[in-house]
């Protein structure tokens, strides 16, 4: 992890976004995660998390489970992450073959005033996951690193987690917070509601 280059949260999610052809779910989890999916290619099949933190991986699990079919993206800071570190071994246990996750790995609170986390010296993030069951995991190199994990990510078989480190720079975005409105767009984004 520490020989990974310090990327940008907002430049790895429009290149994640560029990718996406198939009407491919992203769960954006809170704060700058989600302002920089916004920011990068607002799309129906875009969910924004408010105020929920540490549950972008286990909704994204549900939607991965509820459309088998669909590939499935989440994207969630590493101290969100660190709240819901159980959600790792339930993802491995039930082994979606269509979800991936991308840690981004900053080592800090950031939206609530860059407290440093507990794990941000001295844990693996990448490495818990493998050790959680989840053998498609690994820390991106740099930018074309990332986008080639993405690449098989989209055509793995099993659950992957992607841990990327990123700089300190605030989201680019503003997520329009409205839940009703995040809900029913996403809703017809992956076709299980019609519209009135």
């Known amino acids: ?7 940008n949260r907002f430049d790895l ?7 996406l052809k198939h009407e491919e779910a992203v769960i954006g989890g809170i704060g700058n995660t989600n302002f920089d999916l916004w920011a990068a290619g607002h799309r129906p099949q875009n969910f924004y998390m408010l105020g929920s933190m540490g549950l972008g991986f286990p909704i994204a699990l549900g939607v991965a489970l509820a459309q088998p079919e669909r590939r499935v993206f989440a994207l969630e800071g590493d101290g969100s992450l660190l709240m819901q570190l159980g959600s790792l071994t339930t993802i491995a246990a039930l082994s979606p073959k269509n979800l991936t996750m991308v840690v981004m790995d900053n080592g800090i609170y950031q939206i609530t005033g860059a407290q440093p986390t507990p794990a941000a010296q001295v844990a693996d993030i990448v490495a818990i996951a493998a050790a959680s069951g989840l053998a498609g995991s690994a820390w991106a190199a740099d930018e074309e690193d990332f986008e080639r994990l993405i690449d098989q990510a989209l055509a793995a078989t099993g659950p992957t987690l992607i841990g990327v480190r990123i700089d300190d720079k605030p989201g680019v975005g503003t997520t329009r917070r409205d839940p009703v409105q995040i809900r029913e767009r996403f809703m017809l984004g992956l076709n299980v509601r019609q519209p009135l």
């Open 1 to 7: 992890m520490r020989n990974t280059k310090v990327m």
């Open 13 to 19: 999610t429009s290149r994640l976004v560029k990718k």
